[in-house]
């Protein structure tokens, strides 16, 4: 596994989540549980990219964009 693996895939994962938020937003509100468990698919996809990320981020040596020696404007 590469980063640039880990990338594609969390790129992939982006347009299906843009394209499951498109589904959410095409079905009746009728019935509910179908507009809930859409969100819930939604929720996964963002989930699954943030975890991909956290991959590339150990990939990189673990060091997080927030991980700072000062807090910023101190």
Request: proline share 4%.
């Amino acid at each position: 596994m590469t980063k640039g693996d880990c990338e594609a895939l969390r790129r992939e994962i982006k347009a299906v989540a843009e394209r499951t938020m498109a589904l959410k937003n095409a079905i009746p509100t009728e019935p509910s549980e179908a507009i809930a468990n859409v969100m819930l698919a939604y929720r996964h996809l963002e989930d699954a990219s943030m975890r991909l990320g956290k991959a590339i981020q150990a990939l990189d040596g673990g060091v997080s964009v927030y991980d700072k020696t000062q807090v910023p404007g101190a």
